[in-house]
């Protein structure tokens, strides 16, 4: 915070706090207040009015409603320093409250709200909202007016131009051009509350809000001061959307403390792969498949994961229990007659650890709230309600549940994840997990049995929220920060569970590859890999190739690494070609850092983005073209989420396998800025583009140039854009579809002293990695390398483009140089 605004201003009845970037007012006499940008005084928003409610929707009080009184403090946190004004309004026994807080460099503002009960009575919280207001007003918003929601998991995130837009968790509103002005609303971090977010666009504003709220509500005792760890984020001075967007998700990941393992290594899917090959869901299965691993040599590449489903669902089955005794009782779909534990694998630790020996990684399986008659009669004290003979109104879902569960078990209570006794037994069953070696588990049902709508905790002050979180919660706590906990979160659509989960799915139970299936996961580039993983379930190679040849296969694998955060594989190993799994390995390992590529034609190419730029620095990209044209149709939309198993949820793999791949173009600005779905390059620089999977120079651009590329049916072309400098530069690596990013230790550099380009590579044993390189006017001497075989060669005279081949017998990261003639100018 600047010096000079370190305290408050305050006159005629207002008071304010300010940074450099942001300032915030606060009318006392009038209940409202307002937001401005330091750096657009156009950028405002004005009238803001906050309120709480009960879960009955019957307001406490508002702002305004009653006599206002402020204080400031200073506060320090993951967002780093800043100030925090907080306005009281005085009902009766019931005094709001609102915290706002700036923090020091940040263009953002953070909003909490809460209630000091000092009546005679509890009350129930069920919504807050502390901001109600108007943005931009007197301005045109409706020239290039568009929306991106928030929405999350398994229902749809969509780009609209409509009047009036909601949707769970943010939203972003931008519009006009040169400048471009944008609106980032939503939630910041999530503990008691979901959050929710609603525009409504009018001819010369833009009115807002932005709100926390829950099923059940907080019950805030007499004599208690509430204000919960749920905040909302608001910026409204931001003008390049995905910028807006990215610090947004890296506020989130700050302020709720997120830290996410990597998925960088494949995973099968037992259940998805017993469907196509061998019936192999159990324990000897998932070591079997184990086997299958070692035998391709995938295992040089990276490890493998292997995911047991242990999915019975007779009356009397696993869940609850969680133990060996009956995971080698229960029957899981798609496994070999009997248990789904096996001699000689019959204790989770047996076969954890004879998947960890082959260099695999294991992950298990859950019905995340799942329910057995014979705990619940064994243990009635764990259930909602303490009462395991109660029915509950299923919210969503309830056609399907039906179809799917006993009759006798539908709309039966699950287990209370609020019970101090049942959460001891919870830590019991992950501890025992930990010492067997289970490296993470994926949620089944999440929403349909976890989402407690109707209460019945055991603990009288948690919302449903907290309960859903505490799932979640009690297996990282158990398994450890690096557990890989996955979310199939159906129906929902929340970010309620961010900072427990490591991923979440985006799909219902699929495999069929189509452009509709990665764009749900695109659309939320600036999550991915920054709060969540976004997983889009099974990828079936054999379908994908018989239907789309190599390009269908390697473009599937390649969107896959581009828009989501891991791959998961619906068929063993032992069903892919040495040529599928070397396209496979060369998406792998997933980058480790937190970014995942912006799809920049996502406001004006359609639903199914096809231009993906990853932006290393400002001399290098990773620019993605995917071709996603049919000939005679287009794609099925899955916008919206049919409840699984109707006819539009069976129909859609016959839908897709219907259309035929067309050849298309496939265009960029490069010198547009991002706001217009350009590269943003500079136009007084000039560009070299690298294909990866066509091994080939593109050519040559300027800054300023239209990159515009011709691309065969279905597929995807991973380009590498480097600014051209007057030294011997690198332009790619064939050992990944990054190019370098992930197989360089670092990055090449020229050393102009020893006229030589050195760099790093991580080589694979046994396997040429080949490094292109551009002489740029220089005349190549030699090359070497520390514990490897190096040559290099001329393979474009014109161009001045060179070939290294590095070989080693085993793994390993090797130094290697590329000398040059000194002098031997342009």
């Known amino acids: 915070m600047d010096s000079d605004e370190a305290a408050p201003a305050r006159r005629e009845g207002r008071v304010a706090i300010a940074n450099g970037l942001v300032e915030v007012t ?4 009038a209940g409202t207040y307002r937001i401005v940008s330091r750096r657009d005084p156009l950028a405002r928003i004005e009238g803001a009015r906050f309120g709480l409610a009960g879960v009955a929707g019957v307001a406490l009080a508002a702002g305004g409603s009653a006599p206002l009184t402020a204080s400031t403090r200073e506060v320090a946190g993951p967002l780093g320093r800043g100030r925090c004004l907080t306005v009281t309004a005085a009902a009766g026994g019931l005094h709001l409250l609102l915290e706002i807080e700036l923090y020091e460099g940040k263009g953002f503002v953070v909003l909490g709200a809460g209630v000091d009960n000092r009546t005679g009575g509890a009350i129930r919280l069920g919504r807050i909202c502390p901001i109600v207001a108007t943005a931009f007003n007197g301005q045109d918003v409706g020239k290039h007016f568009a ?78 001061r509430y204000v919960p760890d749920d905040r909302a984020y608001v910026d409204i001075g931001s003008r390049d959307p995905f910028a807006a967007l990215e610090t947004y998700a890296w506020a989130v990941r700050l302020a709720q403390g997120i830290e996410l393992p990597t998925y960088d290594f494949p995973t099968v899917c037992l259940w998805w792969a017993s469907q196509v090959g061998p019936k192999a869901n159990d324990s000897v299965g998932a070591v079997g498949e184990m086997d299958h691993v070692v035998a391709s040599g995938f295992l040089k590449y990276s490890r493998v994961g292997v995911r047991l489903l242990p999915d019975c669902y007779e009356k009397n089955n696993c869940d609850g229990w969680w133990d060996d005794e009956h995971w080698a009782r229960c029957s899981p779909t798609f496994a070999e007659p009997g248990a789904c534990y096996k001699p ?127 799932i979640f919660q009690v297996a990282r706590d158990g398994l450890g920060r690096g557990a890989l906990l996955q979310e199939r979160a159906y129906h929902l659509g929340s970010d309620v569970s961010l900072g427990t989960v490591a991923s979440q799915r985006t799909i219902w139970d699929n495999t069929t590859w189509a452009p509709p299936v990665i764009a749900r996961a695109a659309l939320r580039w600036y999550k991915n890999r920054v709060v969540i993983h976004y997983d889009t379930d099974g990828k079936q190679v054999l379908d994908e190739y018989a239907r789309n040849g190599r390009d269908g296969g390697r473009a599937m694998f390649t969107m896959t690494y581009v828009a989501s955060g891991r791959l998961l594989l619906a068929n063993s190993f032992a069903q892919m070609t040495p040529q599928q799994l070397h396209d496979l390995s060369r998406v792998i390992p997933f980058h480790a850092a937190p970014q995942s590529a912006r799809p920049l034609d996502l406001f004006d190419g359609g639903p199914c983005p096809r231009v993906y730029d990853f932006r290393v620095d400002d001399s290098w990209h990773q620019l993605t073209f995917y071709n996603t044209a049919v000939e005679g149709g287009r794609w099925p939309s899955i916008d ?49 583009v690298y294909d990866f999977w ?19 049916p279905c597929e ?75 040559r290099a060669r001329t393979i474009d005279v014109a161009a001045g483009l060179l070939e290294l081949s590095l070989d080693a017998r085993e793994n390993a990261e090797v130094a290697w140089g590329v000398r040059f003639e000194q002098g031997a100018g342009k």
């Open 640 to 688: 919206v989420d049919l409840e699984p198993g109707t006819e539009g949820r069976r129909d859609l793999p016959g839908k897709v396998r219907a259309l035929k791949p067309a050849g298309g173009a496939v265009a960029v600005e490069l010198g547009a800025p991002p706001a217009e779905g350009g590269l943003g390059l500079d136009a007084a620089r000039r560009y070299y």
């Open 147 to 224: 929306v991106l929601d928030g929405t999350s998991g398994c229902l749809p995130t969509r780009v609209q131009t409509g009047a009036r837009i909601a949707s769970r968790n943010n939203l972003l509103a931008k519009f006009g051009r040169r400048p471009t002005r944008c609106l980032v609303v939503g939630g910041l971090t999530y503990h008691d509350f979901e959050k929710f977010a609603r525009i409504d666009r009018k001819e010369d504003r833009i009115e807002l809000e932005c709100w926390g709220e829950d099923p059940v509500g907080r019950r805030v005792e007499a004599g208690e």
């Open 716 to 790: 995807a072309r991973m380009m590498s854009v480097h600014a051209v400098e007057p030294v011997p530069q690198f332009l790619s690596s064939d050992r990944h579809v990054m190019q370098g990013y992930v197989d360089f230790v670092g990055r090449p550099a020229w050393d102009a002293a020893a006229a030589t380009l050195k760099g790093t590579s991580r080589l694979i044993g046994g396997e040429t990695c080949k490094v292109v390189i551009a002489a740029n006017g220089h005349r190549l001497r030699g090359c070497s390398a520390a514990g490897a075989a190096a």
């Open 26 to 29: 606060f009318d006392l006499r």
């Open 344 to 470: 000689p694998y019959e204790t989770t630790r047996k076969w954890c650890r004879a998947v960890i020996e082959r260099g695999g990684v294991p992950i298990g399986y859950f019905r995340a709230n799942g329910r057995s008659d014979d705990y619940a009669a064994a243990h009635p004290g764990h259930m909602l309600h303490n009462d395991p003979a109660r029915r509950i109104a299923r919210p969503v879902g309830k056609r399907w549940w039906e179809r799917n569960w006993p009759a006798e078990e539908q709309d039966l209570v699950g287990y209370d994840f609020t019970d101090p006794d049942f959460l001891r037994h919870m830590r019991e069953v992950y501890a025992e997990l930990k010492s067997a070696g289970l490296a993470g588990v994926f949620y089944d049902y999440p929403k349909i049995t976890g989402w407690c709508h109707e209460g019945g905790f055991e603990d009288p002050l948690a919302t449903t929220a907290r309960a859903y979180r505490n």
């Open 694 to 712: 066509n091994d080939r120079l593109v050519g040559v651009f300027a800054g300023s140039d239209r990159l515009e590329q011709e691309l065969r």
